[in-house]
């Protein structure tokens, strides 16, 4: 197997690094790593202590990199049909702040004050925090959808007319909104709800979620 990913699959950044493998058909293997519970010598290759990394055994050692938003880099110039990231260079750049703007606030908010406490809580056998989930629902959420739904209007993509790497890095944030039992509402933020679901349509994004969502019931987390 050429391609190794290390990381957790409910990790968004990891998601965000399959959905890039699978768009552009490339075959790969998953080593689970605990984000909580690393061996010592994972810090040899993510040095941040950071899921995921990707290996690529094609190339002689040192053949690993850390940070997805690098990996996705490296997988588009490697592999670059389709193309992920936009050739005209102000879309490109949107892109590529859309990606860090997921990567960010997205993923602090959503992550943090949503997904670790409904969930990964639970399956560490904590306890929810109610109190911090309502203030993100109620406070951090609403400005971060506002904007995304400004966004995305009623364009099918975030940049330009194609599949990008803004799509990939939002869209996967949002699989972990809807892990933690929440729905995006159409009422209030009408185009993001519907560009998120068609993104979640996606074959590439599909095959991520259902395996994500039989490991979850699985644990009772669902």
């Not at 993100?136 to 971060?144: F, S």
């Not at 995304?148 to 364009?155: E, S």
Request: hydrophobic residues 40%; proline residues 8%.
């Amino acid at each position: 197997m050429a391609l190794i990913v290390y990381g957790a699959s409910l990790s968004p950044f990891v998601r965000k690094v399959r959905v890039m493998l699978a768009e552009k058909g490339l075959d790969y293997k998953i080593e689970y790593v605990n984000p909580f519970s690393q061996p010592p010598e994972f810090a040899d290759i993510s040095p941040l202590k950071r899921i995921p990394v990707l290996r690529d055994t094609d190339r002689p050692e040192p053949n690993t990199l850390p940070d997805s938003s690098v990996i996705c880099d490296y997988i588009d110039h490697k592999w670059p049909t389709p193309a992920l990231y936009p050739a005209e260079p102000f879309e490109r750049a949107q892109a590529l702040w859309l990606e860090e703007y997921a990567d960010s606030l997205v993923a602090q908010s959503i992550g943090l004050g949503l997904f670790f406490e409904r969930v990964v809580k639970k399956l560490i056998g904590g306890e929810c925090n109610e109190t911090v989930v309502t203030g993100t629902i109620r406070d951090k959420l609403p400005p971060i959808f506002d904007y995304l739904d400004k966004m995305i209007g009623a364009r099918r993509f975030l940049v330009g007319n194609e599949f990008s790497i803004a799509d990939i890095a939002v869209a996967s944030m949002f699989v972990n909104y809807d892990h933690a039992g929440e729905t995006i509402d159409s009422k209030c933020w009408p185009n993001l709800s519907r560009y998120v679901a068609e993104m979640h349509m996606r074959p590439s994004f599909g095959t991520c979620v259902d395996g994500e969502r039989r490991f979850l019931e699985r644990q009772g987390a669902a």
